[in-house]
């Protein structure tokens, strides 16, 4: 592990690191580097002079240099690749750049341009970053994650990469993800990246372009599955509460089973979130909510059809499922508002290979014999809007252009502001585009989603598109659970958190506003959200801390911020053979 400590006098508030690494190691370990920014004391100190131009800088230069030279690169993958080789090369640069350029950078290290970057992961593959967990290496499962490169641990995010965006399994390319994710936890909530470690668990592939390409990096192997799967998961799991007892252990692009699975199995043992369903569902829902207010309305007067019935669309309906029966429904009433839709039409009682998370929300096929439909049979999205009049419609199919001028006009007949969310990502994939759901509703729509899109010129007047983008989500809520080291994560911190995110919706004093904040305002909704879960964390006793604490102060005494720091020497604790060098 990596020989160095953050220090800080708490009676004058001087920082400082301490650390024994020298000369190039100290160079090339992002953690530490300062580039251009050592200062002459540190550079005869360190073993840096001559090793570096002789101009000292500050970071402020550095970011300067470092936004050109992202500038220069053309395409956005070229762009996404210079920011991860920044990211190897110094953190805290890398850090203070994105963050002052944050609606600019965030869409290339993260959706959409991070699935590009998966699918390129063995032909890009430059550096190693996180821990990687091969099911041939499980029986040494404890010497791998030794292995890491910082000792404390607050925030694990973890993928099989089998559901990667809307691309599928991508093999141990997944690893692209959790990386991404845990920069826009730094980005969005301050939290310190020298205590998150990003892991991919190898357990081979399905992918039949992956196992045939002669540069695949990952384990040869069909895709584990059953018991064999499950005992890995259970092994990974039990070592790691082991190993870091108050740990944050956020679960990304599993497969649609074993996504739900795994969080049902661990979520009253340790804190542990899934990003794909919890974070899309809060997200979403906080849009919901907001719309709503807009609208005038409550849940007793909706009716919500999900396109895409999934470990993202039924995720999403079970936020929504567990806000109806907060506002009083009962779980029948509340069930029956939802429709449900995945490939073979909606779902109903005679659906096969139904799932047990979809079950609840299939419909007595007996109830619908009256329905009017295009082709006998088959209930279809344009069956369910003519028949249903939904209130809100969301997209989660991958399925480009589902949302046609057919269905959204008809929608638009039964209410003044449809609340439209096409979520599928990355851009491509999206079940409309914002500009044609404005033409087809006469601007009437409400609008969020899931992929960043460039504002839309309506009537002569411009007017930017929200996206439900999760970074909205999880951060805040992993800063508020790691402060308050929380012991579980219940559906009442979830509720607080899309609450809170809700508040900060610019329709609510505009309705042609967007339906969630800009990422500008990423920062500040975060610490919002933040200081609600510590909130409620304490009020259901799921932490240590007594219920006087100055949350506000914990959180700000938790969050990590991009800036350098004077160096000072120690010894190192086990000296090295004089005769090495």
């Not at 993260?110 to 099911?135: D, H, L, N, W």
């Not at 994710?181 to 990003?198: E, F, G, N, R």
């Not at 219940?490 to 969630?516: F, G, H, I, M, Q």
Request: proline share 5%.
């Amino acid at each position: 592990m990596l020989d160095f400590e953050r220090c800080k006098d708490k009676t004058s508030g001087e920082e400082w690191i301490e650390t024994s690494i020298t000369g190039k190691p100290l160079l090339t370990t992002p953690q530490l580097n300062k580039g251009t920014a050592f200062t002459l004391e540190e550079r005869h100190t360190f073993g840096l002079i001559g090793k570096l131009p002789t101009q000292v800088e500050t970071l402020e230069q550095q970011v300067d240099r470092a936004y050109q030279q992202f500038l220069s690169f053309k395409g956005n993958l070229n762009r996404n690749i210079y920011l991860n080789n920044l990211m190897d090369a110094n953190q805290t640069l890398f850090f203070k750049l994105v963050s002052e350029h944050l609606p600019e950078m965030l869409p290339v290290i993260y959706t959409p341009i991070v699935g590009t970057a998966v699918k390129k992961f063995s032909q890009e593959f430059r550096q190693a970053r996180g821990i990687y967990i091969s099911y041939p290496d499980r029986h040494y499962m404890d010497e791998v994650l030794d292995n890491r490169s910082q000792a404390d641990i607050d925030l694990i995010v973890v993928t099989d990469g089998e559901g990667v965006l809307g691309i599928g399994d991508q093999g141990i390319g997944g690893m692209d993800i959790p990386i991404a994710k845990l920069m826009v936890y730094t980005l969005c909530a301050d939290i310190d990246p020298t205590h998150t470690l990003p892991i991919l668990l190898d357990v081979g592939t399905n992918n039949r372009e992956l196992l045939e390409d002669p540069m695949y990096l990952g384990w040869r192997h069909e895709r584990l599955q059953g018991k064999a799967y499950d005992d890995f998961i259970e092994q990974f799991v039990t070592t790691i509460r082991r190993k870091f007892p108050d740990v944050f252990l956020h679960w990304e692009d599993f497969g649609r089973d074993n996504a739900r699975r795994n969080l049902e199995r661990y979520r009253h043992t340790l804190c542990t979130f899934n990003d794909d369903m919890q974070g899309t569902g809060a997200v979403t829902l906080a849009a919901i909510l907001a719309g709503m207010k807009v609208n005038q309305q409550n849940f007793s007067q909706q009716q919500i059809v999900i396109f895409g019935a999934g470990t993202a669309g039924t995720g999403i309906a079970d936020q929504i499922y567990n806000a109806m029966l907060r506002e009083g429904l009962s779980k029948a009433e509340a069930y029956s508002r939802f429709w449900l839709i995945d490939r073979a039409g909606l779902l109903t009682t005679q659906s096969e290979n139904l799932t047990n998370f979809q079950r609840p929300y299939a419909h007595d096929v007996e109830l619908l014999k009256n329905w009017t439909l295009d082709q006998a049979g088959s209930i279809q999205l344009i069956d369910v809007v003519r028949n249903v009049k939904p209130t809100i419609l969301i997209g989660c199919s991958s399925v480009s252009g589902a949302f046609t001028e057919t269905v959204i006009k008809e929608m638009a007949r039964h209410i003044h502001h449809p609340i439209i969310l096409p979520l599928s990502n990355p851009t491509e994939h999206a079940e409309a585009t914002p500009k044609d759901l404005l033409e087809w509703t006469q601007g009437t729509a409400l609008i969020a989603t899931g992929s960043p899109f460039e504002p839309v010129l309506y009537q002569g007047r411009e007017t930017p598109i929200a996206q439900c983008n999760n970074a909205f989500v999880f951060p805040g809520l992993g800063l508020g659970l790691i402060a308050t080291k929380a012991k579980w994560l219940s559906d009442d911190v979830l509720w607080e958190t899309c609450r809170a995110l809700s508040e900060y919706s610019p329709a609510l004093k505009d309705a042609t506003a967007p339906l969630l904040p800009s990422l500008q305002d990423a920062q500040k909704t975060a610490k919002h959200i933040a200081l609600r879960v510590a909130q409620q964390v304490l009020k259901e006793g799921a932490s240590n801390l007594p219920n006087n604490t100055d949350l506000s102060s914990l959180i700000s005494h938790q969050q990590w911020l991009p800036y350098y720091v004077p160096y000072r020497y120690r010894m190192p604790a086990v000296c090295q053979d004089p005769t090495f060098r």
